[in-house]
């Protein structure tokens, strides 16, 4: 039978006890701050030591143990020009009561002085309390740990505000304590050009809630402060993405826009087949978001996409603006992760014109690809063209012929050099239309675009990356673009239809 009989509770005497005995737990020690004196016990002092205060009589009694002076008389004031308002905390601290911190002021007065009195026990008390700090003119109290994060950190605020989150040991860096007559002045953490309605919702999120996002200027806004603040890993998780598993090809996916890729998250899967052995996709994986990397489908938008129809079949695609940059510099990073040099210059002669910084990115200049990058309209592609659902069997050239001079999508883009590709392995081939040419008012002909060629302007794009073999090429692989939804113009028509007059 078990005993009921609890532990007699422990006495006051003998949790006094506990506290180290630096000084006399019943004799009364004089500290004046400022203006006011307070009188504390040596307990008090003692409970939160070595510091200042214990150290300063220690000193007093030791000196008049030397002396053989009493105690009592020999015990002089200490007198320490600082606020009397702050140590009143600070004294019940000292007297056992938990000391919480008001607001941003309070906190930083606290966490000063603290440091300055070298209190251990209030010090790690203030370094594992909240972090007060004021956004857009609006206090926040934030806990720690959103901040320290490593997703998110370092951030603003661990960097511009490093005194908040450095060790006890690291305070006030450069400066000597033994001759520090008062510590530095320390004012509490202050964004006021920022929106605090915004910031709230980045904590929302960062405390592991979803925020609605209204709309895309919302997101924007969110974006901007978090590029801002420097969380990282919260803006991977706020960048226009769609994750899906594509039962087709069996496997998970992810969209994103080019803008929104970084090298860091880019891996090549291998997926050789009998035909190509060097086949394989770009995956991506969000960083510090996602734990596996998905089959990345990559938009391109703001009409910086020209697709080209060669009189053999062969399609290409130009890039423009940024585009042009970005494409390279993804080129690149691809080729990094097949162990291929990033560029194609030779090394004296890239050497000789300023280095590899020195040169245009263009895709051109990668071992991946010309700088008019092969593209492949795949049959299950979905595309638009001039505002309607575009279909490769529709009758588009003059005299209702139905088989022109391009190749079918599954082989527009060769395919390692002419062998059956492994999308559409064993498929029909589809004839691929071209809108027939007009005739100006000159009678001069004009192609799709206008301009003496066949070419589609992509206003939108979603593509593949596939990585194939490559017969003849700058190396013995290069990356072609597979199309997945497109919304094309073959002229500046539709484009003129979708303009608004300025005012309405």
Known sequence: MQSNIQPPAQSSTQLISKIPKILPHERVFPIQIGSELFKLSGASISSDAPSY??????????????????????????????????????SLHLQGYHVQPRDATHF??????????????????????????????????IPRELF????????????????????????????????????????????????????AELLHLLRGYPVNIRDEAHRAELLRDCRYFNFKGLEQRLIPHAISFNQARRRDEIVLRLRDILKSGITVGPEPTFADPQAGWVNYARPFVDDRP??????????????????????????????????????????????????????????????????????????????????ILDPEASITLDGRPWNPDEDYLVGGN?????????????????????????????????????????????????????????RNGQWRLRIQGAKNGKAA????????????????????????????
């Open 53 to 90: 205060f214990s150290q300063y009589f220690q000193c007093q009694i030791k000196q008049a143990e030397e002396n053989g002076e009493d105690i009592s008389t020999a015990i002089r004031t200490l007198y320490i020009d600082r606020d009397p308002a702050t140590f009143r905390d600070i």
């Open 108 to 141: 930083v007065r606290l966490f000063a002085d603290a440091q300055f009195y070298s209190l251990p026990k209030l010090i790690s008390q203030l370094y594992e309390e909240s972090i007060f700090t004021s956004i857009g003119h609006r206090e926040f109290q």
């Open 148 to 199: 320290t994060d490593p997703g998110n950190s370092p951030n603003f605020f661990s960097l511009g505000f490093a005194i908040f989150f450095s060790t006890p040991d690291d305070l006030f860096p450069g400066l000597d304590r033994e001759g520090l007559l008062r510590p530095p002045s320390i004012i509490p953490p202050s964004v006021p050009h920022r929106s605090a309605d915004t910031f």
């Open 294 to 375: 998905y089959e990345l489908v990559l938009e391109i938008g703001d009409e910086s996409t020209r697709l080209q129809f060669g009189p053999n079949g062969a399609t290409r695609a130009e890039f423009f603006r940024e585009a042009r940059m970005r494409i390279a510099k993804l080129f690149e990073v691809v080729a990094t992760k097949l162990n291929l040099p990033p560029t194609t210059q030779p090394l004296g002669l890239l050497m000789a014109k300023g280095g590899a910084s020195s040169q245009p990115p263009t895709p051109g200049n990668t071992p991946l690809s010309e700088d008019l990058v092969r593209v």
């Open 402 to 458: 139905a088989t022109g001079n391009m190749s079918a999508p599954s082989s527009a883009g060769g395919m390692g050099g002419g062998q059956d590709s492994p999308l559409s392995s064993g498929a029909t081939p589809l004839p691929f239309g071209r809108k027939r040419r007009r005739v100006d008012s000159h009678g001069l002909g004009v192609g799709a675009g206008g301009t003496g060629a066949d070419e589609w302007i992509i």
């Open 477 to 504: 692989v290069e990356c072609v673009l597979v199309a997945v939804k497109l919304d094309a113009m073959s002229s500046e028509q539709p484009r003129n239809a979708e303009r608004a007059f300025l005012g309405g």
